[in-house]
């Protein structure tokens, strides 16, 4: 089968290897791969940031529909034919992050990741595939879709009418646009770019603010909401710009700190925070039991996620420019036609 890998760090050493189809042991499932959706986690790995603890030769990428081919001895979750997304947090089912024993491991990071043809693993790091979505599109939920959905639904507690403010159209945002406003909230889209803005209106937005035209566009969030400002902001940004999610937060308001692409350091004003009683707590993706709900979820509203491009699997390193560029939505990974 062919295979993705690293042997040092760098995309430049990226190489499509051909190795042997794994065999799957006792608890596992071998999934033949359908498609492989792409995240900003990627650039940080294997431009260097992330890949220092990562297994040799390592495998990129977490995000993984396919379908079940094989079956070990004990495995009683799935059979073979199942459609199968990979959950991102491997061992994490439910309940709190887990902190011991080195806390929480996640595909294409602590253990392999899925770029490859066919990949081998416990069944319990599975979940069945929506049935109203294809694999191309199934292939998206598991880190983007199931973090807006942990931030906003699963410890968030979103409610019909509450405002939800969301940073840039990558794919985290556009699945916060897309189940915030089908669960009836009204959303704010921050971007700079005029017809990124538009297309998420055109997905269910009902205001966008154009971050370069407006820098301080937390003033423009207190006036679109009457200066009562937003009950849930997503924080894709991180550095300094977290101070403004702060001073937009409306009482008893949150803000997920979810993005890191001005760095992991944060400085805010605190007075806000303590005048608004607001909470800022940081997102981990997500567990097993809360991707099992995103799908059920997916399939009664009938969400459809916003793939910008598809790839054929000897293409990789080229999506990886596009995700330099910014995509609108997710990049997709073809590895079966």
Known sequence: MKRWQLRQSGRANLELADVAI???????????????????????????????????????????AGEVVATGAG????????????????????????RANGGVRSLGGSVPGVLAEYVAMPESWLVASPETLDDLQASTLP???????????????????????????????????????????????????????????????????????????????????RGEGADHILELVGGDNLAR?????????????????????VRFPVLPLFQTHGVIQGILVGHRRGLENLVRAVDRLALKPVVDTVYPLADFPKALEHLDRGPFGKLVIRVRS
Request: aromatic share 6%; hydrophobic share 40%; charged share 20%.
């Open 75 to 98: 495995t009683h979750r799935f059979k073979e034919g199942a459609r199968v997304i990979a959950n991102f947090q491997t061992d994490w089912v439910d309940g709190p992050v887990p």
């Open 245 to 265: 999610s702060v001073k937009a937060l409306a009482s008893g308001g949150r803000i997920s700190l979810i993005g890191v692409l001005e760095g992991f350091e």
């Open 143 to 225: 880190c983007a879709a199931l973090t807006a959905w942990t931030s906003l639904v699963e410890l968030g507690g979103l409610r019909p009418g509450q405002t939800v403010v969301t940073q840039g159209t990558g794919g985290v945002s556009l699945f916060a646009v897309q189940i915030a406003s089908a669960m009836g909230a009204r959303v704010i889209v921050l971007s700079g770019d005029e017809d990124k803005l538009s297309r998420a209106k055109g997905l269910g937005a009902a205001h966008g603010i154009h971050r370069r035209h407006t820098p301080d566009w937390e003033k423009a969030v207190l006036e679109l909401t």
């Open 22 to 64: 794994p065999s799957p042991g006792p608890g596992e499932v071998l999934v033949r791969v359908s498609a492989v959706s792409l995240n900003y986690r990627e650039k940080l790995f294997l431009d260097g940031a992330g890949y220092s603890g990562a297994p040799s030769p390592y495998v990129p990428t977490s995000d993984m």
